[in-house]
């Protein structure tokens, strides 16, 4: 039962185009979502999140929309970079007070000059 | 940022022996770690989360007595995969996270590379 999914398993974009992730939950209890960049044989780094109060957060050339009736959120990136080719997993949390995150299944960008 | 170190990154081990891998918050107390593993072009799984001087809660499915965990200090947890097999070869990643470092932000370890043969 995945909770949390990520449709599309690739994506290829141009340098200096927009690069959109998409991410789907089913959980209605999901209140807090976050976005992990991850290279090979490397551990995810944070991006960016967002709490089920907002339906955006912008922090530089990130941006994460929230659709809570839709239970989609996505990502996006612009200018996209040739750096920013890797794998992109989304993640929700139910409460506020646990800490622990239900991951996407990955979407892998390139991003070619 | 916070930085989480793991160590070995890369085990390579006979079916039937134990493996221990290290995971360390180096620049922050963590309260809570978790362990993750995560097969080739599929998403991080969530093994267990553990607490500083508790037992560790394992997720459905996970074999406690097979994946052990240790979280002595606020620095350290180990997962031991005891009697390994093929079919636990996998890239095991553990994260750390700390009440003060944000809601729900985990920091992650580079993960471990285990293959048995």
């Known amino acids: 039962d995945q909770q949390v999914k990520q449709n599309s398993p690739s994506l290829s974009v141009q340098e200096g185009r927009i690069s959109i992730l998409n991410c789907d939950y089913t959980?209605?209890?999901?209140?807090?979502f976050l976005w992990y960049k991850k290279y090979p044989a490397e551990g995810p780094t944070f991006l960016i999140s967002?709490?089920?109060?907002?339906d955006k957060n912008e922090d530089g050339r990130f941006t994460v929309f929230l659709n809570k009736s839709a239970k989609h959120l996505s990502l996006h990136i612009v200018p996209s970079q040739p750096g920013d080719s890797a794998v992109y997993f989304c993640?929700?949390?139910?409460?506020?007070?646990?800490?622990?995150?239900?991951f996407g299944t990955g979407t892998r960008l390139q991003v070619f000059p | 940022g916070a930085v989480v170190s793991q160590h070995p990154s890369r085990v390579i081990c006979k079916s039937g022996t134990s493996v221990k891998i290290e995971c360390r918050s180096l620049d922050f107390q963590a309260t809570t770690m978790f362990w993750y593993r995560q097969f080739p072009k599929q998403s991080l799984m969530l093994m267990a989360t553990?607490?500083?001087?508790?037992?560790?809660?394992?997720e459905q499915g996970v074999e406690k007595d097979k994946f052990l965990i240790n979280h002595a200090s606020l620095t350290l947890s180990t997962l031991t995969v005891t009697s390994a097999h093929p079919e636990d070869s996998s890239f095991y990643i553990c994260?750390?996270?700390?009440?003060?470092?944000?809601?729900?932000?985990?920091?992650f370890g580079p993960g471990t590379r285990l293959t048995v043969l």
């Open positions: 967002i709490s089920s109060i907002k």
């Open positions: 959980n209605s209890m999901f209140d807090y």
């Open positions: 993640a929700a949390s139910a409460t506020r007070n646990t800490d622990k995150l239900i």
């Open positions: 553990s607490n500083e001087g508790s037992k560790a809660t394992y």
């Open positions: 994260s750390a996270s700390h009440r003060g470092s944000g809601w729900n932000e985990q920091f």
